[in-house]
């Protein structure tokens, strides 16, 4: 079964300065990765996914994420953060196998954005 | 307009209640799910259904029962409501097969007492 550990409960970072959330995965093949935002009070909202290819990809809001297969990892980045990008953030793991479809989510990473 | 509802956004209920939380989605998609989200613990999958004749239970699934009533309605159910079933439901929605993006509906936040 898959499984998914965001080790970082909570990140506090100051407006302008670079990000990353870290996202470590389990999965017998290969993975179907997702980054969601959760707004305060807002559902979830997909910044990127990973299924093949390019191991560096790019969302919306300028953030990116890499696949690292030997480090199990997809981390999530962002150059330089906006007071906007307070929020939470989760990563998933996705089953390939048809038939039994579904996401798997880590426990989620709050950002808080000082001044 | 959303393309995937919930209603109600949020509700207070006793111990012991029947409530039902529905859920609504105009993407045409074929494949729904429901989700709870607690402090700490993530998403948790209830249940999904990948078409009207396909319901299956998912991690949690006790105490809850659903209903696929159209493609386009999935109701999440608590015949007998208890305080630990307080936390934020999600509705999610897909397209097709594979693993593929789900798009979430805004949420409802129950709250039991």
């Known amino acids: 079964a898959q499984s998914v550990t965001q080790p970082d409960i909570h990140i506090t970072v100051s407006e302008g300065a670079s990000l990353e959330l870290r996202c470590n995965y389990s999965y017998g093949a290969t993975p179907y990765l997702f980054w969601y935002v959760q707004s305060p009070g807002q559902g979830l909202q997909l910044l990127l996914k990973?299924?093949?290819?390019?191991?560096l990809v790019q969302g919306i809001k300028g953030f990116e994420a890499e696949f690292k297969r030997s480090q199990s990892s997809f981390n999530l980045r962002k150059p330089s953060v906006h007071w906007s990008d307070a929020a939470e953030y989760f990563c998933?793991?996705?089953?390939?196998?048809?038939?039994?479809?579904?996401?798997?989510f880590g426990t989620g990473t709050r950002l808080t954005i000082i001044p | 307009d959303a393309d995937v509802t919930q209603t109600p956004r949020n509700r207070i209920t006793k111990t012991g209640k029947r409530i039902m939380l529905e859920c609504s989605q105009t993407?045409?998609?074929?494949?729904m799910y429901w989700y709870r989200q607690d402090p700490g613990l993530g998403l948790r999958l209830i249940y999904y259904s990948f078409d009207v004749k396909d319901i299956n239970k998912g991690e949690i699934s006790d105490g809850y029962s659903v209903s696929r009533q159209a493609q386009a309605k999935f109701s999440l159910s608590l015949e007998s409501a208890i305080p630990n079933q307080t936390a934020l439901y999600f509705c999610?929605?897909?397209?097709?097969?594979?693993?593929?993006?789900?798009?979430f509906g805004p949420g409802t936040r129950l709250t039991v007492l």
């Open positions: 998933a793991v996705g089953a390939s196998n048809f038939g039994n479809e579904k996401l798997t």
């Open positions: 993407k045409g998609h074929d494949r």
């Open positions: 990973y299924f093949s290819g390019d191991t």
């Open positions: 999610a929605t897909a397209r097709g097969a594979g693993v593929i993006e789900q798009f």
